[in-house]
């Protein structure tokens, strides 16, 4: 599912799954059935499908707190994500990560972080061997809005302009970071005009529109691939959940989160398609029907999934790997 060919109507199908399952996840967690936080993606669909489409499967991505959508446009498998969620031995990181340290190494994704920015450095290191070893291979940090103010950011960016590096900063401007406005944090006007700082390509773009995020995303990566450094890329989208369920989000009133659910990224793909004429309301409707049987399935298999043994905890912990040069 992960090409740097994809069409409009296979991200549409994406991003319909990833939010089947966001909506799932919400009402497991409603009826006390998920254990842990969630902080849900819906609304932000198009930024993680348009990125990760423009992506090849040996490509690694970083993802945040908020990683779901990341986790499943690069192919994570269902089953075990559900059952990482649920915390059980099936899942990807065999339960013991949850909703926020979501991995899978063997298709790039070098894990969602609970830190914020965590993921940043953790991209410039893996773009560093990449560019090390000469596998042309390009690393994706996912971050929010916040994640742009603290130290790790300015630090990574510099150094991967100097070493110049194959790595793409994607930044989810989704309007707050936690409870604040980004107005509020930070007195710039674009977040993209950072990379200046850092003699890097800078851009913005709609991030609720998944064909402008994936076309970019395109251009950012062959620039990479090419040798040609980093790119920031800032995608401008909103989260239509609070910062994580249950919050009670005295900081933004119900006005605005309508105003943004008025541009849902899966709407405006719908009518480009509409438009194009490639789907109607009938294959849209048969769309969402296959995600929820997909969805439902992987539920399934993860209440069926056996729990994590407590005698493995400490399994994993160390590595047996001879590091060279040390």
Known sequence: MIGNEGTL???????????TAEETLLRLFEAAEMPGFIHSYIGEEATGVG??????????????HRGHGHVIAKGCDLDGFFAELYGRATGTCKGKGGSMHVADLELGIYGANGIVGGGVPIAAGAALASSMTGDSRVAVAFMGDGATDIGPFHETLNLAAVW?????????????????RVADHQNIE??????????????????NDVEAVHRATTAAVDRARRGEGPTLLEC????????????PQPYRTQDEVESWK???PLK??????????????????????????RVDASVAFARNSPRVDPTSALEDVYTDLEVRGW
């Open 51 to 64: 990125v990760c489409r423009a992506l090849q499967p040996r490509d690694i991505i970083t993802s945040t």
């Open 164 to 180: 110049n590096l194959p790595v793409v900063f994607v930044v989810e401007n989704n309007g707050y970071a936690d409870f604040i």
């Open 268 to 293: 405006t793909a719908e009518a480009r398609l509409i438009e194009l004429g490639l789907a109607d309301a009938a294959l849209f409707d048969a769309i969402r029907r296959e995600a929820a049987s």
């Open 236 to 247: 401008v989208t909103y989260r239509w959940r609070g910062h994580y369920e249950g919050d």
């Open 190 to 207: 674009r977040i993209a005009m950072r990379a200046d700082a850092y003699g890097m390509v800078g851009e913005t773009v709609d991030g």
């Open 9 to 19: 109507l296979d991200m549409y199908k994406m991003m319909v799954l990833i939010r």
């Open 262 to 264: 008025a541009r849902d």
